[in-house]
Every structure is written in structure tokens, then in C-alpha cells.
């Protein structure tokens, strides 16, 4: 069974930053393609990054691109976001999510409504001005 729990949430003030962490198990890296989302009050759910089941590569959208980047660590099953020059529209709730399909990330971001087979719980963010 696929597990996925975040960590490393909280306030930061404009231009700082954070790192995301989503502890997950039950699965292997290189069978799923792996997303970050983030819903922010009012809005709905974005997909802002996935790396590739078929390829590993990485995409971005255009709100989070040159500012954020995700990795993984295999030995420690744990996916990360790190989320620099943070600004106030960045506050979100924000999820990492994974999915067994060979889906085409390059559609996938930027894109409301992409869903994913397994998430995890969230975590806040939230960006002071």
C-alpha cells in the first residue's frame, strides 16, 4: 500500500525559503511518476511539478519554474521540494502525490484537474509579505 506523508510546512516571510519533505513508502520511485501539487485557498488544485515514470525527467510550471526544484532520496524514501525566493501567492496547501500510469508530465503541470492514484495528507504554507 502506497504511503506518502509531508513534513517541513510553516510560515516564512517573502524571499526565504523551505523544504518539503514526503516520507513514502509502499512502492518504488522508478515504477511511478511522482507530483507535487498545491491548492491555495479559493483556487484549485495545481499540479506544479512531475517527474517522468518513463524517463525521470522533470517538469515545472511556469509559477514555480527557476524557484523550485524536487528530488528524491532513494535510500531514505523520501521525495523533497525546495521552494526558494518564496512570494505571499506561493501560500498553499501543498501535496506530493504518486501515480503507476506512463503519463506524459510534460501535460501534466500547470494543469487544474491532473489527478494522481495516491496522495498524502498535505502540509501549509504559508508566505508573508
Known amino acids: 500500500e502506497v504511503d506518502l506523508v509531508e513534513s517541513g510546512g510553516g510560515l516564512v516571510q517573502a524571499g526565504g525559503s523551505l523544504r518539503l519533505s514526503c516520507a513514502a513508502s509502499?512502492?518504488?520511485?522508478?515504477?511511478?511518476?511522482i507530483g507535487w501539487f498545491r491548492q491555495a485557498p479559493g483556487k484549485e488544485r495545481e499540479p506544479i511539478s512531475c517527474?517522468?515514470?518513463?524517463?525521470?525527467?522533470?517538469y515545472y510550471a511556469d509559477s514555480v519554474k527557476g524557484r523550485f526544484t524536487v528530488f528524491s532520496d532513494k535510500a531514505k524514501n523520501t521525495l523533497y521540494l525546495q521552494m526558494n525566493s518564496l512570494k505571499p501567492d506561493d501560500t498553499a496547501v501543498y501535496y506530493c502525490?504518486?501515480?503507476?500510469?506512463?503519463?506524459?508530465?510534460?501535460?501534466?503541470?500547470?494543469?487544474?484537474?491532473?489527478?494522481?492514484?495516491?496522495w498524502g495528507q498535505g502540509i501549509q504554507v504559508t508566505v508573508s509579505s
Open positions: 517527474i517522468s515514470k518513463i524517463d525521470g525527467a522533470t
Open positions: 502525490a504518486v501515480d503507476p500510469s506512463p503519463m506524459d508530465c510534460s501535460l501534466v503541470v500547470g494543469v487544474v484537474g491532473a489527478d494522481f492514484g495516491s
Open positions: 509502499g512502492f518504488s520511485f522508478n515504477d511511478y511518476a
